[in-house]
Nanobody
Framework: QLQASGGGLVQPGGSLMLSCAAS????????MSWFRQAPGRQREFLAR???????NYAPSAQGRFTISRDNTKKILFLQMDDLTPEDTAVYYC?????????????????WGQGTLVTVSS
């Protein structure tokens, strides 16, 4: 139900915008987040946004990354600027809860499939 895209190869100092599109008979999505996992490392929280567009960031993302969402189109974004090789990782989107029409309970802790970001010259 979550499809991440926008990854690729970028030079140090460059920018990328990741997207995460939700599909299905969705009524609403609660908080959504971006995580990343570098080779040999644990998955790391980056940023989170509520349905009311409140945001919070991990220190590693603060000031360089911007999370946003389009509730109408049900798309989550991550604008990443001033990228460094240390930002190389697979980036994942996550939704706390996805409510679908006609359901009495949400899909909880939903993950996208990940999109690879490589920062290299």
């Amino acid at each position: 139900q979550l499809q991440a895209s926008g990854g690729g190869l970028v030079q140090p100092g460059g920018s990328l915008m990741l997207s995460c599109a939700a599909s299905g008979n969705i009524y609403t999505i609660n908080a959504m987040s971006w995580f990343r996992q570098a080779p040999g490392r644990q998955r790391e929280f980056l940023a989170r946004t509520t349905s009311l567009h409140d945001t919070n960031y991990a220190p590693s993302a603060q000031g360089r990354f911007t999370i946003s969402r389009d509730n109408t189109k049900k798309i989550l974004f991550l604008q990443m600027d001033d990228l460094t090789p240390e930002d190389t990782a697979v980036y994942y989107c996550n939704a706390d809860e996805i409510w679908t029409y006609g359901s009495y309970s949400p899909f909880a802790d939903v993950w996208g499939q990940g999109t690879l970001v490589t920062v290299s010259s």
